[in-house]
């Protein structure tokens, strides 16, 4: 199946605030990622093409990094997930800026049915969660997405399934 997702969100600051926010990406200091809530975002050698890394149980390599603008990521697991997704920051206007995350595969028989049913519902929550800590640093209230039933069922069953993991 093809797979096209994307998502957008506009910040109103100008790149030269919000750009320094995404250096911080997989750092200790992580301005983007919301390790808070998900699993943390790691890289073997840091934010270089080539590194590898990921989140979770989805692994991927870098193999675009245009410093200031974007990176982009080529999917290794799960199987079945062909294809890229990246993330970029484009400026709008003086003041503000659009920032991005698209996901661009094909996906086999069986990694279909796992994207449909769970992948998707989990990435959509994290993105607007990532995207809403983005926008927080800005505000001087928190901006919260609201997760939906099933994405808090899959949270639930995923957070035990780790920790019986763990603790076996």
Same mark, same amino acid.
């Given at each position: 199946?093809r797979v096209?997702?994307?998502h ?5 600051q100008?790149i030269?605030m919000?750009y320094p926010l995404?250096?911080t990406l997989?750092?200790p200091n992580?301005?983007?990622w919301?390790?808070e809530?998900?699993?943390?975002i790691k890289?073997k050698n840091g934010?270089? %093409?080539?590194? !590898? ?6 692994r991927?390599t870098i193999?675009e $990094?245009?410093e200031g603008?974007? *990176? ?5 697991k ?6 890229t997704?990246?993330l970029?920051i484009?400026?709008?206007?003086e003041?503000? %800026?659009?920032? !991005?995350h ?6 086999s028989?069986?990694?279909t $049915?796992?994207?449909?049913?769970i *992948?998707?519902w989990?990435?959509n929550a994290?993105i607007?969660?990532?995207f809403?800590?983005?926008e927080n640093?800005?505000l ?6 609201t997760? !939906? ?5 899959l949270?639930?069953l995923y957070k ?9």
């Open positions: 199946m096209i997702n994307s957008k969100r506009t910040i109103n100008p030269s919000v995404f250096k997989a750092s992580d301005l983007v919301p390790y809530k998900w699993p943390a890289f934010l270089y %093409v080539g590194s !590898s890394g990921g989140h979770g149980r989805v991927y193999i $990094f245009t603008e974007s *990176i982009k990521f080529q999917f290794s799960p199987i079945g997930f062909n294809g997704h990246q970029k484009e400026e709008l206007t003041n503000s %800026v659009q920032i !991005s698209i996901i661009r595969m094909e996906t028989f069986k990694a $049915f796992f994207w449909i049913f *992948i998707r989990l990435h994290l607007k969660d990532a809403d800590k983005v640093y800005f001087t209230y928190n901006k919260e997405t997760y !939906s039933i099933w994405v808090g069922l949270r639930n035990r399934k780790s920790y019986k993991t763990k603790h076996a």
